[in-house]
């Protein structure tokens, strides 16, 4: 690799040479798990299989519980289609990806992901070293054989399976958050750790009907402290969190937190 100003200007940059090029096909062959680190991959490769798939093989959920919202199948159904917000699960997952405990255990632990919507967060926990064979989602719709249908009010999964429970921006499509806490504490193992985010939005449950972006109020949340309370007395650390910055409370924004359970 060079470090040569591009196009003759003073500006430093960087050109693959064709040996360089060479080593890192040579890398990609032997650990192609290796592309998935690669955001914009994980998304097109995503995308692609979803556009494969034909819509009569998308499972959807038949009853769910009085704690899912009214429109909560229809809204992801919708977003499904449009292969929205594919990169979203980097900024919850990559935090946890530098904890000390993770980078020696992660091979052999067991991960739920609830509501991953499409394989994009699938092949993200791939890329971050988790065992595809050690990775389940639970969804109200599934295409995958990765995503287990079912309600994350009711999760379809034995006591202490999994070592991590991702929660990735699906409290929302809840009214009975405090029966998502419990199942998520009755299904991770002591000691695991849960990944929790949330959607902050400054518009009202009036607005957002009249929009009809949401049916049956939702549960919403305006910090993180209002997460963590969910999980009172059973949390060990919190190992990251980050709130809406105070000048942009105006706007949409994201609200996640990380946390061990106590063993």
């Known amino acids: 690799m060079t470090a040569d100003p591009p196009d003759g200007t003073d500006a430093p940059g960087f050109t693959f040479t064709a040996e360089d090029m060479a080593e ?20 097109l490769l995503s995308t692609s299989r979803l556009s494969r798939i034909k819509p009569d093989r998308v499972r959807t959920a038949g009853a769910v519980s009085d704690g899912v919202i009214e429109n909560a199948l229809e809204h992801n159904l919708d977003a499904l289609r449009k292969s929205e917000e594919l990169d979203r699960p980097w900024r919850l997952i990559n935090p946890l990806r530098s904890n000390n405990y993770f980078i020696l255990h992660h091979k052999t632990m067991k991960v739920l992901t609830v509501g991953p919507r499409t394989e994009a967060e699938i092949l993200n926990l791939i890329g971050s070293g988790f065992r595809a064979e050690n990775i389940r989602g639970l969804d109200l719709l599934s295409y995958s054989p990765f995503v287990d249908i079912g309600d994350m009010h009711a999760m379809p999964y034995d006591d202490d399976s999994f070592d991590v429970v991702i929660l990735g921006w699906v409290l929302g499509y809840s009214r009975d958050n405090a029966t998502v806490a419990r199942e998520v504490l009755r299904v991770a193992r002591p000691g695991a750790f849960v990944l929790i985010g949330c959607q902050y939005n400054p518009q009202t449950n009036e607005e957002l009907n009249r929009a009809q972006a949401i049916k049956k109020e939702p549960t919403r949340y305006q910090h993180t402290d209002d997460m963590i309370r969910l999980f009172d007395g059973h949390i060990r650390s919190i190992l990251f969190r980050h709130d809406v910055h105070p000048t942009m409370r105006h706007r949409n924004g994201d609200l996640m937190v990380i946390f061990d359970l106590k063993a």
């Open 24 to 43: 890192v096909t040579g890398l990609i062959n032997e650990s192609p798990d290796q592309l998935l680190q690669i955001p914009d991959v994980c998304s």
